[in-house]
């Protein structure tokens, strides 16, 4: 086991990705606190990692309320007695243009995704810090951060705060033996994408995609025990992008009038 004796805090670990990466981490061995605010659903992933031999908790907290989160990682310490890795998954988007986004969806996007991020990282860290073993911080970014997308706006640019952040923070506590990393998912199939990922919007991304289809949370969760484990010891500062090629290239306008032609038939 990968992860044996270890402990990690999940934020949003009730679905979705954070799901799979909870889940993920006690089939290795760790101890899971799961941080989320839908305390029935975490209940029930819980009760999930927990039939299959996992150790897991559960605590509820709105991760842009600083007491909340620290609370949190005093919950963990109280259950298991240590942290050795937390995970920044907990996040929120916005899908409105720029001209129609409001200043408090705005606020909240930010509130979620930056701030929590930010109240996690600190209280974590200072309790790593203070046991002398290191850690791993793994957040959670995405390729828009450096693609222009359409009617993400404020999501993108909490995702561009998160890489700057993960990059500060890692120069910073890598002296402690702390490990800061981020990767960034591209179009991944969880419960909340569903609603978004419309048949036509899948055929889209398909076509978009170099491996020719969206991602499963499972693989994503693959990547983020790959850079806990302790396999990659010396990569400090870096945002992994779990993409299927979404950032690395452009479509093939040769094919795309063949797609379109298929598309409007």
């Keep these: ?157 909490t995702k561009g705060a998160i890489e700057s952040y993960t990059r500060c923070c890692a120069v910073e506590l890598a002296e402690h033996g702390i490990q800061v990393n981020a990767i960034a998912p591209g179009f991944t199939a969880t419960e909340i994408n569903s609603r978004f990922f419309t048949p036509q919007i899948l055929s889209a991304l398909e076509f978009r995609l170099p491996v020719g289809r969206v991602a499963q949370p499972e693989e994503i969760a693959a990547a983020a025990l790959a850079i806990v484990s302790g396999d990659m010891s010396f990569m400090v500062g870096q945002i992994v992008r779990v993409d299927g090629g979404w950032s690395a290239c452009d479509i093939d306008y040769g094919k795309l009038g063949q797609y379109l032609d298929t598309q409007n038939r």
């Design 1 to 157: 086991m990968r992860l044996k004796d270890k402990v990690a805090i999940v934020t949003g670990a009730a679905q979705g990705i954070g799901k799979a990466i909870a889940t993920r981490f006690a089939q290795e061995g760790a101890a899971v606190m799961i941080g989320d605010i839908d305390a029935p659903l975490a209940t029930e992933t819980a009760a999930t990692i927990r039939a299959d031999g996992g150790r897991v908790s559960t605590c509820t907290v709105d991760v842009s309320v600083q007491q909340q989160v620290e609370a949190l990682v005093m919950q963990t310490i109280d259950t298991f007695g240590q942290i050795d890795i937390l995970v920044n998954n907990a996040g929120i988007i916005n899908r409105d243009p720029v001209l129609e986004t409001r200043v408090e969806d705005w606020q909240r996007v930010f509130d979620v995704n930056v701030n929590g991020m930010f109240y996690a990282t600190v209280a974590a860290a200072q309790r790593m810090v203070e046991r002398g073993q290191g850690g791993h911080i793994l957040n959670l970014a995405s390729p828009n951060a450096a693609i222009g997308a359409y009617n993400r706006s404020c999501y993108a640019a």
